[in-house]
C-alpha cells in the first residue's frame, strides 16, 4: 500500500482519548473535528527528556528523519515509556514542489496525513495573513506621508508556495521580495515565543526598516501589533494529533533549516515536557543546519537542556557522498559507501561539541542489502559509535526498538552552546563555518560590513546567527559533497530579525524563497471519488 493508503486504513482513537495519555480532558482542547486539537496553552513542570532527531548530509531524496522519530515515539510507547513526539508542520512548498508530504512514512507516519500535509489548522495561513498586514501596514504608511521616515524597507512578503517569480517583485513604488512563509521572521518568532505576552513583545520588536539617520523604524511604531495578535491567538496553540499506533503527536510550527532556523515551537516542545517524561523532536535536514540551529538558538533561548540526539544515516545518502550519481544511489557499491563515512564521523564530531551524547541509527531502506548494513555496523563498532538499525518504515514502532533500548543506555548530557553570543558578529559566523562547515576561509564583503556595523550602532550585535545555505553539502555549494576540503565560503547578506532574535546570514546562492522542479509534485496530486491522491 502507499503511504497514504496507510494512513487512511489506520484505526485512529478520538484525539480526547489520545488527549488522555497525556493526562489532558477535554476542557484543555480546542478540538478540529475527531481527530485534531489545539492544547489550550499549557503550564507545568519540564520533567521530560529532550531527545532531538538529526541526520547526516541529505540527498535529494530525503532521508527519513520524521519516519525515524514517529517509530522511535511508538517504540517507546510499546516499552510501555510516557512520551510524546514534538515535530514541524509541514509547509505546502515542499508538498506542491519536490518532496511530497512530509508525514513520515510507510507504517510510521502521524495522522490524519493528508491534514496536516495541507490546511490542518490554519496555522501557516495565520502566519501568512500576519506577516503580509505588516507589509500592507508599511506600505500604507508611507503612502499617508511617512511621519516614521522610512527610507529603506528591510521587511518582506511571504507566501506558503515555492514561487521563484516572486523573489524579486516590482510594486510600483519601490522593489520587494517574497520570502517562503517558514522562512519569514513571523514563522521564527512564532516558534521562539513562550507566551502570548512574549509573542506580543516579539512582534512589536520587529524592524521593518531605517530612517534617513540610520535608526530601526519597528512593527511597534506602525501600531499593528494588537492586529497581528488578533491573528496569531489561536495558531499560537499547539495541535495534538496521533500516530499510526496512537502515539500523542504535538505538531506545530515549520520553518525550514537551511534558510530559516528549522524547529518546531518553543510552546509546542515546553508542553510536551511538562506532559511526558520523553520527548521526541527533529531539527531540519543535516546536524550542520537544524541541529546546530536547535542548540545554539533554540536550545539557548528557551533554557532547554536536551538529553540526546539520534544521528539518522542512510546507505543511500552514504553512497551518495562517497561520489554516487543520485541515478545510481540504489545500486551497491561499496567503496563509495566506505568513501561516504566521512560524512557521517564529521557530523557526529559536530554533534558531540556539544556534550551532547550521539546514537548513530540507520534508518533502512527495502533497497538496502545485507552486506552494506554489515559494514555500516562494522564502521559504527570501529569507531566506537552507540547505534543501531531502525526498521520503522516497513515494521512501525516494532522496527525502532533496539534504538529506543539504545538511547535509555547513553551517558549524561553536559549541553553547552557552540559560541557566546557577546562574541562579535563576524567571529560568531568564522566559529560556525569553520568549526561546524570545516571551512577553511569566509569572505565578507565590505557592503556586508557596512550592515554589520549597523547592527553594532544599533546595539543589536548580542544575538545568535542563524546560517541560510545549501542543505547538500557542508560547503555553500550543493555540488560539493561529502567532506570537501580546503573551501571558501562567501556572506550573500546578512538580516535582522529583531523579533525573533537572531541574525539571519546567507552563504553562497541561497534562495529564501525556493523554485519549482520541472516535474513538480502539484503534478501528481488530484482527488478521486472525493479522496486526495498522490500526496506522499
Known amino acids: ?21 497525556l493526562g489532558l480532558s477535554r476542557k484543555d482542547l480546542v478540538l478540529y473535528g475527531e481527530d485534531k486539537a489545539k492544547i489550550k496553552i499549557h503550564s507545568g513542570d519540564e520533567k521530560g527528556k529532550l531527545i532531538l532527531v538529526t ?13 525515524v522519530s514517529i517509530g522511535l515515539a511508538d517504540a517507546f510507547q510499546k516499552m510501555g ?64 506621508g511617512n511621519e516614521l521616515d522610512i527610507q529603506t524597507v528591510t521587511f ?12 524579486h517583485v516590482d510594486i510600483g513604488t519601490r522593489e520587494d521580495s517574497f520570502s517562503i512563509s517558514s522562512a519569514s521572521e513571523i514563522m521564527a518568532l512564532f516558534c521562539l515565543a513562550t507566551s502570548l505576552d512574549d509573542l506580543r513583545e516579539r512582534l512589536g520588536n520587529i524592524v521593518v526598516g531605517l530612517n534617513r539617520k540610520g535608526e530601526y523604524i519597528y512593527v511597534r511604531d506602525l501600531k499593528v501589533v494588537g492586529s497581528l495578535m488578533a491573528l496569531l491567538k489561536d495558531a499560537f496553540s499547539p495541535n495534538l494529533v496521533q500516530t499510526l499506533e496512537n502515539t500523542p503527536a504535538i505538531i506545530h510550527g515549520g520553518p525550514f533549516a537551511n534558510i530559516a532556523h528549522g524547529c518546531n515551537s518553543v510552546v509546542a516542545t515546553k508542553t510536551a515536557l ?18 546546530e540551529k536547535f542548540f545554539d538558538i533554540k536550545c539557548r533561548m528557551a533554557n532547554l537542556k536536551p538529553h540526546s540526539v539520534v544521528l ?33 564521523d564529521k557530523h557526529y564530531e559536530n554533534l558531540k561539541k556539544f556534550g551532547v551524547p550521539v546514537v548513530v541509527c540507520l534508518n533502512r531502506f527495502s533497497t538496502d542489502t ?32 533496539t534504538l529506543a533500548h539504545e538511547m535509555l543506555k547513553v551517558e549524561a548530557s553536559h549541553f553547552h552552546p557552540l559560541y557566546s553570543v557577546d562574541d562579535s558578529i563576524v567571529d560568531k559566523i568564522d566559529t560556525v563555518c569553520r568549526k561546524i562547515y570545516g571551512a577553511s576561509q569566509v569572505h565578507i564583503s565590505d557592503e556586508i560590513m557596512k550592515k554589520i556595523e549597523v547592527l553594532e550602532k544599533n546595539k543589536k550585535a548580542n544575538l545568535p546567527i542563524c546560517v541560510a545555505k545549501t542543505q547538500y553539502s557542508f560547503s555553500d555549494d550543493a555540488k560539493k559533497v561529502g567532506v570537501p576540503k580546503d573551501f571558501e565560503v562567501t556572506v ?23 523554485g519549482l522542479s520541472r516535474r513538480p509534485n502539484y503534478e501528481l496530486i488530484d482527488v478521486v471519488d472525493g479522496e486526495i491522491v498522490n500526496l506522499s
Not at 55 to 67: M, Y
Not at 282 to 289: C, K, R, S, Y
Not at 312 to 340: C, F, P, W
Open 274 to 291: 511538562s506532559l511526558a517524561d520523553y520527548v521526541i523532536t527533529e531539527a531540519g535536514f543535516g546536524a550542520d543546519l537544524g541541529a
Open 492 to 514: 550573500q547578506d546578512i538580516r535582522l530579525y529583531s523579533g525573533a532574535g537572531f541574525i539571519t546570514v546567507l552563504l553562497g546562492n541561497i534562495m529564501v524563497m525556493p
Open 312 to 344: 539518522v544515516a542512510t546507505i543511500k545518502a552514504l553512497k551518495y557522498h562517497g561520489g554516487v550519481s543520485k541515478d545510481d544511489i540504489y545500486q551497491e557499491d561499496m567503496e563509495s559507501m566506505r568513501n561516504g563515512f566521512e560524512n557521517l
Open 55 to 67: 541526520a547526516i548530509s541529505p540527498t535529494p531524496l530525503g532521508e527519513g528523519k520524521t519516519t
Open 81 to 144: 515509556e510516557s512520551v510524546v513526539l514534538a515535530l514541524r508542520e509541514p509547509s505546502m512548498g515542499p508538498v506542491f514542489g519536490m518532496k511530497g508530504g512530509a508525514t513520515g512514512g510507510g507504517y510510521s507516519q502521524v495522522v490524519p496525513m493528508e491534514d496536516i500535509n495541507l490546511h490542518f489548522t490554519g496555522d501557516f495561513h495565520a502566519i501568512t495573513s500576519a506577516n503580509n498586514l505588516i507589509s500592507a501596514a508599511i506600505d500604507n504608511h508611507i503612502y499617508f
Open 370 to 401: 545485507d552486506i552494506e548494513i554489515e559494514e555500516f555496523s562494522h564502521h559504527c563498532e570501529e569507531m566506537n559509535y552507540q547505534y543501531a538499525v531502525s526498521d520503522a518504515y516497513a515494521l512501525g514502532g516494532e522496527g525502532a526498538i
Open 1 to 21: 500500500m502507499t503511504d497514504i493508503e496507510i494512513s487512511r486504513n489506520s484505526k485512529k482513537l478520538p484525539i480526547e482519548d489520545v488527549a488522555k495519555k
Open 156 to 167: 518582506h512578503r511571504c507566501l506558503d508556495v515555492n514561487d521563484r517569480a516572486l523573489r
